[in-house]
C-alpha cells in the first residue's frame, strides 16, 4: 500500500488496469463474474512473484523472536518467517522495548558457522526454522533483546469463495465481493508492476492473448529493472561481509587456530 495517494490503487483499479493492458478497452467485470477472479486470482500471483523476485525492501521487516541468554546459541523460528539474508543484513541484539542495536551478529554461511567459535565478533546462520549463533551468548548480552530481518508476505485479495461446479448455486452470503474487499489497496509502492505481471500471466493462459506474451514481458522487465535501479542506487557500494577461514600450517606460524578438520591431518584415523 503506497504512501503516496497518487499511486494508490484499489482491486477494482488493478482489474480494470489489467483489463486495459490486454485490450486497450476501457473494459470493466462485475465483481461477481467468473472473469473477475480468474484476474483476482493472477494479481494475487503477481503480488507473490514480485515479492521474492527482486527481494523488494518493500516487504521487509523485523520479527522479535526472543531474549538472549547467558550460554544459549541457538533460537527457534517460526515456520513463517522468511529471513531476509541480503548485503549487510544482520541479526540485531537490542536493547529491550527498542529498536536500538547493541550488538550485531552478521550473516554467515551456515555449512561454515562451526568454524568460528572462539571469535569475539557474533555470527549467525539460518537452517531451516533455527538460527544457529557462532558462540554462546556472554553475560554482556544477557537479556537484549533478538530482532531478525524477515521478508513479510505481500497481503493478498481474499474474495468469497465460489462453488467448484459452475451450475452450483453459490452459498448464501456470498453473493456479492465486499466493498472493503474492492476498495483494499494493493500492496505494493507501484502497483503498475504488479498490473504488468499479472497481464503477463494472463495472458500466458488465454490462446487469443498469448502473442502478447512477449511483449507484456519485456515491459514488465524494462519497469523492474527501473525500479530496482532506483531502490537500490547508493552514494557508496555497500560493504560486503567478508569470511575468513583459519589455515593451519608453517604460513600462519600457528598463531590461529583452526576448527576445520584436515584429512592429511590423520582426523578420524
Given at each position: ?82 529471513p531476509r539474508i541480503i548485503n549487510d543484513d544482520a ?179
Amino acid at each position: 500500500m503506497s504512501e503516496n495517494p497518487e499511486l494508490n490503487q484499489t482491486l477494482d483499479d488493478i482489474v480494470a488496469e489489467v483489463l486495459g493492458l490486454l485490450t486497450d478497452q476501457a473494459v470493466e467485470y462485475i465483481p461477481e463474474s467468473d472473469r473477475y477472479y480468474v484476474i483476482t486470482r493472477h494479481i494475487n500471483r503477481a503480488l507473490r512473484s514480485v515479492a521474492t523476485e527482486a527481494e523488494w525492501s518493500w516487504y521487509a521487516s523485523t520479527e522479535n523472536v526472543g531474549t538472549a541468554v547467558v550460554g544459549q546459541q541457538a533460537v527457534n523460528l517460526r515456520s513463517t518467517l522468511r529471513p531476509r539474508i541480503i548485503n549487510d543484513d544482520a541479526v540485531r541484539l537490542c536493547r529491550p522495548g527498542t529498536d536500538y542495536p547493541e550488538v550485531w551478529a552478521y550473516w554467515y554461511p551456515r555449512d561454515a558457522i562451526h568454524k568460528v567459535p572462539d571469535r569475539a565478533q557474533l555470527y549467525v546462520a539460518h537452517t531451516n526454522s533455527l538460527l544457529e549463533f557462532s558462540r554462546p551468548f556472554r553475560s554482556t548480552e544477557a537479556g537484549l533483546e533478538i530482532h531478525v530481518p524477515v521478508m513479510r508476505e505481500p497481503k493478498m485479495f481474499r474474495l468469497p469463495e465460489r462453488p467448484e461446479d459452475p451450475t452450483s448455486p453459490i452459498p448464501a452470503g456470498n453473493t456479492q465481493v465486499p466493498a472493503e474487499i474492492r476498495e483494499q489497496p494493493v500492496d505494493f509502492a507501484w502497483p503498475d508492476l504488479i498490473a504488468l505481471k499479472a497481464a503477463y500471466f494472463y495472458a500466458q493462459t488465454n490462446p487469443i492473448m498469448q502473442p502478447r506474451v512477449q511483449t507484456l514481458e519485456a515491459n514488465y522487465d524494462d519497469l523492474m529493472y527501473k525500479l530496482k535501479d532506483r531502490d537500490s542506487r547508493n552514494t557508496e557500494a555497500p560493504f560486503l561481509n567478508t569470511y575468513y577461514v583459519p589455515v593451519d600450517g608453517s604460513i600462519m606460524h600457528g598463531s590461529i587456530p583452526s576448527h576445520t578438520p584436515h584429512s592429511d591431518w590423520g582426523w578420524g584415523g
